[in-house]
Nanobody, 129 residues
Framework: EVKLVESGGGSVEAGGSLTLSCTIS????????VTWFRQPPGKEREGVAA?????????YPNSAVRGRFTVSRDKARNTVDLRINNLNPEDAGEYYCAANWRGMQRYCPPLQTVNFYYWGQGTQVTVVS
């Protein structure tokens, strides 16, 4: 059984930085993909970062976050972290960690909610202008 728990959310001034953590318990091996989604108020959940535990460069599908979002794994803490720099009001929302297995695929599946089975409960990010 895989369990994901997000932490690190809070209220941050625009232009500031924040690091979210997804603490993973259970069997996550090199076949896993761990991702971050966000859901702005009143909008659909969108994928913002994906990390292939088996290796390879992280993936950021949204051009608005590239260069500001960094996803990484901390093996010692058993976390996958999302560092967000230069926060703007459009970054506000509930952030979720999600995971699934790649199976026979080389890359992580497309960042759509239906492709990920394990989810955390979310952590809220508020950006103050």
């Amino acid at each position: 059984e895989v369990k994901l728990v997000e932490s690190g959310g809070g209220s941050v001034e625009a232009g500031g930085s924040l690091t979210l953590s997804c603490t993973i318990s259970g069997d996550i091996d090199s076949n896993a993909c761990v991702t971050w989604f966000r859901q702005p108020p009143g909008k659909e959940r969108e994928g913002v970062a994906a990390l292939n535990i088996g290796g390879g460069a992280p993936f950021y599908p949204n051009s608005a976050v590239r260069g500001r979002f960094t996803v990484s794994r901390d093996k010692a803490r058993n976390t996958v972290d999302l560092r967000i720099n230069n926060l703007n009001p459009e970054d506000a929302g509930e952030y979720y960690c999600a995971a699934n297995w790649r199976g026979m695929q080389r890359y992580c599946p497309p960042l759509q909610t239906v492709n990920f089975y394990y989810w955390g409960q979310g952590t809220q990010v508020t950006v103050v202008s």
